[in-house]
């Protein structure tokens, strides 16, 4: 076998929220013993781990990780990022998808790295907003660039499932720092390179 992915997970972790989902079934009226739902309180234990794993990760150390000095100088644009993440107001999902850019300053980072960070900041309980910020601040001081990007857009189950009348909504947040906040024509260009995907 070439490659293979092994899920870890915290044994005493799963073994104590299991034990709390299993009592949410109940209080929701579940029967706990039912086939179906034998093994769901473990199922979502693992779940919510691997849906806040980003609490045990270090972006900035992620994106150290690979940054490299480059003479290139214009604007890097990552789009089309898929992002899922959890509302922390109601652990609902909200998903989308999120476009980072910046503008080197001297060094550059290898590309992979931005979806990786982005991923890091998701997997935790957000809002949007500061998920959107959080990334942008992540670049900006660590890779210290010109200036940095990033425009999320994404739906909320919370808003969706929930009845209220915007059901197909999407949220647009948007967070801009050195050159992208100085230049309207730099926000432009970058609003621009995006802009046959936003909706
Ligand atoms: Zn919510």
Redo the contacts with the bound molecule.
Sequence with gaps: MAYERIDKYNESTTKSLSDLYKNVLEEVGEDTKREGLLKTPERVAKAMQFLTQGYHQDPSEILKSAMFAEDYSQMVIVKDIEVYSM?E??M?PFFGKAHVAYIPNGHIVGLSKIPRIVDAFARRLQVQERLTNQIRDCIHENLKPVGVAVVMEAS?L?MQMRGIEKQNSVTTTSAFSGEFLDSDKTRKEFLDLISTKLS
């Design positions: 509302c107001h109601h609902l909320h919370c």
